[in-house]
């Protein structure tokens, strides 16, 4: 099951003539558009909302910025970019991911013949075996996955990281992980015995081993005064 969608995008093909006006109604925030056609596709004036307007991306084919720029409804977007072709391939440079608990790592897409990370999405889905409503996992658009941690819960995840083209070629690679916990191997105090004058304080300190563990599953501890310090009332 995905739990983290990839960033929107919305591709309009070399035969696009026009565009409905209420194509894009509900979607407020898209991204990345990319249209293929030459010929700006015929959109209403008022088409794109103003979140697209500022913050999208536009995509058009190599040598036709100007005329997207003077395209009624098109020329209201303000970053169009020359999208130098569809990549041709795919790859990511890991296959597998061991991901410890609160630690994070990160996957590079490579693609040909160009690369533009803008043009990747990525989304991370959890094995069947591990679902769980609260996933442990956030993953960026930049390929960084992190493994949180949630004390309700103790348990490894396993799922896969994908990789996916916006550019139209509809290409997909991706990485398996494993999520687990660093479950303490031991605990200790730096002290066997206290020994105090009455109205005196000390510190007990506990250790916990590794340093780095994040669950004390299976362990259960008491400190008690009766026992861990002795008092001297001379």
Not at 94 to 122: F, G, M, R, Y
Request: glycine content about 4%.
């Amino acid at each position: 099951k995905t739990v983290f969608r990839p960033k929107k995008s919305i591709l309009f093909g070399r035969k696009v003539k026009s565009v409905p006006y209420n194509l894009l109604k509900h979607n407020y925030n898209i991204p990345i558009i990319i249209s293929q056609n030459t010929i700006p596709p015929q959109i209403d004036d008022d088409f794109f909302n103003d979140s697209i307007k500022s913050f999208a991306t536009l995509y058009v084919p190599k040598g036709y910025i100007e005329t997207y720029r003077k395209a009624t409804g098109w020329q209201k977007i303000q970053n169009i970019e020359e999208n130098p072709g569809e990549f041709t391939s795919l790859t990511l440079n890991k296959s597998h991911l061991e991901l410890p608990e609160l630690q994070c790592d990160s996957v590079t897409a490579q693609t040909t013949p160009h690369t533009n990370p803008n043009l990747i999405a990525w989304s991370f889905s959890l094995d069947e075996r591990d679902f769980t409503t609260n996933p442990d996992i956030e993953i960026d658009q930049t390929g960084k996955i992190y493994a949180l941690h949630d004390p309700s819960l103790m348990l490894s995840q396993h799922g896969k990281i994908t990789a996916h083209t916006l550019d139209g070629s509809d290409l997909e690679a991706s990485c398996s992980f494993n999520k687990f916990d660093i479950i303490a191997d031991s605990i200790y105090f730096d002290k066997s015995e206290i020994t105090i004058k009455q109205g005196e304080t000390d510190t007990l300190t506990m250790f916990i081993l590794p340093k780095n563990c994040t669950h004390l599953s299976g362990y259960n501890y008491r400190i008690d005064p009766e026992i861990s310090m002795t008092v001297n009332r001379n």
